[in-house]
């Protein structure tokens, strides 16, 4: 079985740091890896890297055999490479499914309204996949800490993902 991402001799420099020298490393599908390591490591310049959020100094990210190069994470999104991040990263004041879709909102009549059933409704289909009785019509500053980082796993699984990457997923769980 061919790799899903292969990362290859991949290099990263901050001014006065490097942060990464030459990693390299293959994802099969279907398979769960761990990155350990001490704080400073590299761990989340890695991540950020696979999820377009950095750029690369150097090497090669291959996925499904093909050589991208993530302007943005939206580059990363749309290949199927998806991140959880350490730090919450929702807008209290909306709903979890507004959350969820952010900026992938569905249109509504004439493409002028926003469809809120519709919304909803995929939101409860991604909800009820991962289990959780949560309403989509809820406002996510409402939430417990805990629910709002299953928000953040659903709003990660809503863009079908085949990579997901969890950058510390339970830290923000600290407190809750």
Do not use: C
């Amino acid at each position: 079985m061919s790799p899903l991402v292969s990362v290859q001799n991949v290099s990263k420099n901050f001014p006065g740091v490097r942060a990464l020298s030459r990693v390299s490393f293959e994802l099969l599908a279907g398979e769960v890896h761990a990155l350990v390591g001490e704080n400073g490591a590299g761990k989340s310049t890695l991540m950020k890297i696979l999820a377009g959020i950095y750029p690369r100094d150097g090497g090669e990210i291959l996925y499904n055999g093909e050589p991208v190069n993530f302007v943005s994470p939206r580059d990363a999104q749309m290949m199927g490479i998806g991140i959880i991040h350490q730090e919450l990263q929702l807008m209290n004041h909306l709903t979890v499914a507004q959350n969820i879709f952010i900026g992938r909102e569905p249109p509504g009549r004439w493409g002028l309204f926003l469809d809120e059933d519709k919304l909803n409704r995929q939101a409860r289909e991604i909800l009820a996949h991962m289990h959780l009785k949560l309403d989509p019509r809820a406002i996510v500053g409402g939430l417990t800490v805990a629910k709002q980082q299953m928000v953040e796993i659903a709003k990660a699984l809503s863009f079908n993902s085949r990579v997901l990457i969890m950058d510390e997923p339970t830290a923000a769980l600290n407190n809750a």
